[in-house]
């Protein structure tokens, strides 16, 4: 399995990656290697053997529905590159 | 006089019962030895002002008599672990400057324990990689050098580099790390120190930053087995803020130490005798099992027949948890942000710009995985593999209480070594990945040294909860290795 670049450009678009020509050429190789590694996992059988997802046996909790946090804008926002009157701004998206 | 860099812990704390010397004293000797070995770039953010504070305010704790566990001691903290106002990298430049407005509950454990912090120290970008130097804030130096005269820098391991290279410089008493794939054990053994990661939900995730959610663990740093357990016991604990975190009492480690280990059955899985091994990590390890045996402990062959697939399985797991957590990095609510002629724009370019190659690739592995069409070829076949790899545990486990492994496949490498295909580098945790997919403690303790001068160790893996154990054996291998070596200028300081 390898990937070509228009691969690794779709995967870097749903990443949301930027990259470059020579980068999408260059990640390539480097990702066609480790799919290729991981490839061997081929050879196991896993018929009738279930995912695991957590490795913990430990069952969710559920909590009182009751406020245990908030009121804390200003800290929320604290570290945003750009806020104004308690919101976060970003660049226009409805025209 | 006393060197007041080269205490162990448990040593510091009776000198501070004592009044042989105070923590405000420690840590300031701490301090001047931080700021003289900053060539190592174990550091990424020092808190001198925020240690001596925290050190005045434990003195005056202790003089009234409220002595926490780690009462006074100056400790180094892993820059994934958020500090309140203080700034926190994850060793990315996404998140250059920010500064969280709370603080991990592991930090926080610690702190009411009267832990002192140093500082903020070096990791790979995001707790990816295995020799530190994916980190945008330069490579750590491993304070080790190889005694054939060359003058080459080593890797000091990853992904928590700063946290062993800080521990066994003398410039931290002790330090937090985390651990996905390897990232404690093996730094702990390149940089001859003893580095724990506890059972998978022990130590709460809540406050650090999320790299593989379901293998993420915290765990410490020390420079023997018992100031390990002594800083384990003061992360550990039920956490309500993280939905994985254990509602479980947290064993008296320390305590637990004490007594031997007759008749305790240590495996020895066959499998990882992989080909190609260098003869010194074979001999360290029959070593290990011969000063198990003359301790009393009874040796086991066990088999792990898909530990070949771990590294694999792994590959796939971590990047994708990888590309799910990393999607929150977008420039809009914290972290860097590089301005688009629209919104997805500035996403892709907030992206480009602040993670370095290997979180990309990660993530693009990642996405790709889990991508439409692939999800259960990629996904869903590893976490089935992953499976069969934790049951191979519990089958081994009906015949032994531990498992002993060496903990990497070489020493410390040089900077630069293994960097050209990012699957050599993959290979370094080839014996530390299998438990962190089952979720099991595993630490390793500092054994011997290669022909070059190196530091080498041994891990010991338990049982899920049973980090007693794993403690017990470790200590059990300290005493017999006796391992005393020192970085070399550390050994030129203290002469």
């Not at chain 1, 896993?46 to 804390?72: F, M």
């Not at chain 2, 370019?349 to 259960?376: C, P, Q």
């Amino acid at each position: 399995m390898s990937l070509e670049k228009k691969d690794v450009e779709k995967v870097a678009r749903l990443a949301r990656l930027k990259i470059t020509d020579e980068e999408a050429t260059r990640y390539g190789t480097q990702l066609s290697n480790i799919i290729n590694f991981v490839e061997q996992l081929k050879e196991v059988d896993t018929d009738n053997v279930e995912p695991l997802a957590s490795v913990v046996d430990i069952k969710l909790r559920l909590r009182e529905d009751v406020v245990t946090d908030g009121g804390i804008q200003a800290d929320v926002i604290a570290n945003a590159p750009e806020s104004l009157e308690g919101f976060f701004v970003v660049p226009k998206v409805v025209e | 006089m006393t060197n007041l860099t080269n205490m162990t812990m448990v040593e510091a704390l009776k000198g501070l019962e004592n009044k042989d010397f105070t923590s405000v004293e420690i840590t300031q000797a701490h301090i001047d030895a931080m700021q003289s070995a900053r060539h190592l770039n174990a550091y990424i953010t020092e808190t001198p002002e925020i240690a001596l504070k925290q050190a005045a305010a434990s003195d005056a704790k202790r003089a009234k008599g409220d002595v926490g566990l780690l009462e006074g001691i100056p400790v180094a903290i892993k820059d994934l672990f958020c500090t309140k106002g203080v700034q926190t990298t994850a060793g990315s430049h996404i998140l250059e400057g920010f500064t969280p407005h709370y603080e991990s509950s592991v930090t926080t454990n610690m702190f009411a324990d009267g832990a002192v912090m140093l500082g903020k120290v070096n990791l790979d970008e995001f707790a990816m990689g295995s020799a530190n130097t994916t980190s945008y804030y330069g490579n750590v130096i491993n304070p080790w050098k190889r005694n054939n005269g060359d003058d080459a820098d080593l890797a000091p391991g990853g992904s928590s580099g700063g946290s062993a290279a800080a521990v066994s410089a003398r410039i931290a008493m002790a330090a937090t790390g985390t651990d996905t794939g390897g990232s404690i054990r093996q730094p702990a053994a390149f940089c001859g120190i003893t580095g724990i990661k506890p059972t998978y939900g022990r130590c709460s995730r809540w406050g650090i930053v999320a790299f593989s959610s379901s293998l993420d663990q915290a765990g410490a740093f020390a420079r023997n087995v018992e100031d390990s357990a002594l800083l384990l016991q003061s992360m550990a604990g039920f956490d309500p803020k993280d939905s994985t975190s254990a509602d479980l009492p947290v064993p008296d480690f320390v305590a637990g130490l004490k007594g031997d280990i007759k008749g305790l059955k240590i495996g020895i899985p066959k499998e990882y005798r992989v080909d190609g091994m260098p003869k010194e990590i074979e001999d360290i390890w029959q070593k290990g099992i011969d000063w198990l045996k003359d301790a009393g402990a009874e040796i086991v062959d066990v088999s792990l027949p898909h530990t070949k697939y771990a590294l694999p399985t792994y590959y796939i797991i971590a990047p994708a948890e990888c590309s799910s957590n990393l999607a929150r990095y977008d420039g809009v609510k914290f972290g860097l942000r590089v301005e688009g002629k629209d919104l997805t724009e500035s996403y892709e370019l907030t992206r480009a710009s602040g993670f370095g190659d290997e979180v990309k690739r990660r993530i693009m592995i990642g996405t790709y995985a889990l991508s439409s069409g692939y999800y259960d070829a990629y996904y869903i076949k590893a976490q089935k593999v992953r499976r069969l790899i934790s049951n191979d545990f519990m089958e081994a486990y009906k015949k032994c209480d531990v498992l002993l492994t060496p903990t990497a496949p070489s020493a410390a490498f040089a900077l630069g070594e293994n960097e050209d295909d990012p699957i050599k580098m993959y290979l370094n945790d080839v014996f530390t990945v299998p438990a962190s997919l089952a979720g099991l403690p595993g630490m390793s303790v500092p054994a011997g040294v290669d022909s070059l001068g190196l530091p080498l160790g041994l891990q010991i893996i338990g049982r899920p909860w049973d980090e007693e154990n794993v403690l017990r054996v470790g200590h059990a291998i300290e005493k017999s290795a006796n391992f005393k070596q020192m970085p070399q200028f550390i050994e030129k300081i203290a002469a």
